[in-house]
């Protein structure tokens, strides 16, 4: 399947892996928007948070599960979640991807939307 993330998954395309189990791979993401700005993935390919559903949600439980740890052994108190569906949303890769990002004080309402 021609999907960049299922090819960072595999290793074909390099990466900087933060964390990696069974189900999820996370990766500093290569135009951070803040000090810290990771991508969680699940390793099986979704393509948007449309399609998931009550088979393959256990990937999505497991994603928060990780960014949880990920905070917590990288002392990150406080942080953002992001999930952009479709193309009005901005979503770009179409393999289902969760932005974490910290480091800085982060606006809320119109002043995040750019
Ligand atoms: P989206 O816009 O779909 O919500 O997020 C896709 C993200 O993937 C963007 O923030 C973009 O910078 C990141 N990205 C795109 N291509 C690559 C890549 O080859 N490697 C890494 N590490 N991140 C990428
Ligand atoms: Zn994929």
């Keep these: 399947m021609d999907c960049l993330f299922c090819k ?3 290793g074909e395309i390099p990466s900087a892996k933060v964390y990696e189990d ?3 791979y996370a990766f500093k993401d290569i135009q951070p928007i803040a000090p810290v700005h990771y991508l969680f993935v699940p390793k099986e390919h979704i393509c948007c948070a449309k399609k998931i559903t009550a088979e393959n949600s256990g990937s999505v439980a497991k994603i928060f599960e990780s960014i949880a740890k990920v905070a917590a052994d990288e002392n990150i108190e406080s942080y953002r979640v992001i999930n952009n569906c479709g193309e ?3 979503q770009s890769v179409m393999h289902l991807h969760f ?3 910290a480091g800085k004080k982060m606006g809320w309402g119109e002043q995040s939307l750019g």
Excluded: T
Aim: aromatic letters at 8%.
């Design 8 to 10: 960072i998954i595999a």
């Design 22 to 24: 069974e189900f999820v």
């Design 88 to 90: 009005d949303a901005g």
């Design 99 to 101: 932005h974490l990002l």
